[in-house]
């Protein structure tokens, strides 16, 4: 059992069933999820028998920092960490004005095989546990010092791939209990898996759903995107429109600019005509090229004239800061490299 994977009902409930009361699971989750240690032992104020046999049945899940980059352009900082079966994820640490910020992975490698994306590249390896997904911003937080306001998970891996540990992962992050992060500073990125999308909506989250969209018609999208070929980009307008109509919250459209692929004043007027109905916010990241595949940036200028006939459309658009340029470019990269260097030792 993955003791840190426990919501705090649970935890209260497998420490009963080891003959402990309920302030014990207090003590621990506190020691888990907002003091952030990263063993028992730190945790003194347990009774010395209870924390051995904790670390003898239930071992702790906690991420070693494999590599850590940081930028010198933004103070941006690329983490590579270490699960504990010697799998590798990336996470980034970036600051805003509003606050600091974290990049998460959702798995362990990808099966979405998105055309421009070096996370997939491999496929997928497995899932993260709630965990995993945690103990990213916690050792980052940590690490750093500072405090973290805002979570995206936007790195490796397709989150509602992995529904169920993103449903557990999100309830913890944000409870009261826990690091307690806003929901409406949490956004989850999506490459448009319809039926979970519409699940999504149920929970009623305050966060953000944003939307991989990069595409304005089924065919174009299709050539950047295999997902494109289960759902329809009709499909994906009304589960966007369900999801704002459930939860009030505004979905927003990542747009991935490629050039000579996506990025002609005509792709501008179809994405308005797409974005307008649902005001939608719309997130321009010009594409980070990998060297497995041949795509290149848009231009300066076709950026801007992008962005621009977005604007007098009365569309919310930005351009994604490319942060951290200089230490490995797009998602999926730093793992890459380190998988190409083999084993350790
Ligand atoms: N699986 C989720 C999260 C993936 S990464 C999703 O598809 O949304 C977050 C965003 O970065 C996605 O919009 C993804 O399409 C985009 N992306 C991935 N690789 C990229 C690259 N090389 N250049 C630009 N955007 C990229």
Redesign the pocket.
Known sequence: MDIKSLDFLQLKETLAGLGEKPFRAAQLYDWMHVKLADSYEEMTNLPANLRKRLSEEYPLTVLKVEREQTSRIDGTKKFLFELPDGNFVESVFMRYKHGNSVCISSQVG?R?G?R???STLDGLERNLMPSEMLDQIYRISKITGERVSNVVV??T???MDNYENLIAFLHMLTDEHGLHISQRNVTV???GIVPKMYELAEHKFQITL?L?L?ATTNEKRKKLMPIANRYTIEELMKACSNYFDKTGRRITF?Y?LVGGVNDTEQDAKELIGLARPLCCHVNL?P??P?KERDYVQSGRQQIDAFKNKLEKNGINVTIRREMGRDIDG??GQLRRRRLGEGKKG
């Open positions: 990808c979405m998105c421009f994306c070096a936007m790195g891996g397709e989150p990125s999506t490459c944003a991989s990069h990542e991935s990241i594409v980070n990998i797009a998602c």
